[in-house]
Nanobody
Framework: VQLQASGGGLVQPGGSLRLSCASSGSISSIGSMGWYRQVPGRVRERVATITNFGGTNYADSVKGRFTISRDNAKNTVYLQMNSLKPEDTAVYYC????????????WGQGTLVTVSS
């Protein structure tokens, strides 16, 4: 399965972005999906997860600001990010939960989100 994250960009603090993750295969077959992010030199961290039935979970740092959703018919996972902060700056990836090893090719290139004035 190939996962392509998109929708990143440069946004001012307090702004919003919506990320999309298109899968080449069925995400309902995969099961739980998640958004992850990584800052250069730091470990990739889990941001939000969603089960096949819509149950969600968020990192404390993004609770109340980010919303994860999925459309199984379109094999796409979304991350709505509001009230963005400079510390949200990172490369964002999507993948299954639990995630594969760091060098698994399914991670793809991710999408860069930069929050700066």
């Amino acid at each position: 399965v190939q996962l392509q994250a998109s929708g990143g960009g440069l946004v001012q603090p307090g702004g919003s972005l919506r990320l999309s993750c298109a899968s080449s295969g069925s995400i309902s077959s995969i099961g739980s999906m998640g958004w992850y992010r990584q800052v250069p030199g730091r470990v990739r961290e889990r941001v939000a997860t969603i089960t096949n039935f819509g149950g969600t979970n968020y990192a404390d740092s993004v609770k109340g600001r980010f919303t994860i959703s999925r459309d199984n018919a379109k094999n796409t996972v979304y991350l709505q990010m509001n009230s963005l902060k400079p510390e949200d700056t990172a490369v964002y990836y999507c993948n299954r939960v639990p995630p594969p090893l760091p060098r698994d090719p399914s991670w793809g290139q991710g999408t860069l989100v930069t929050v700066s004035s």
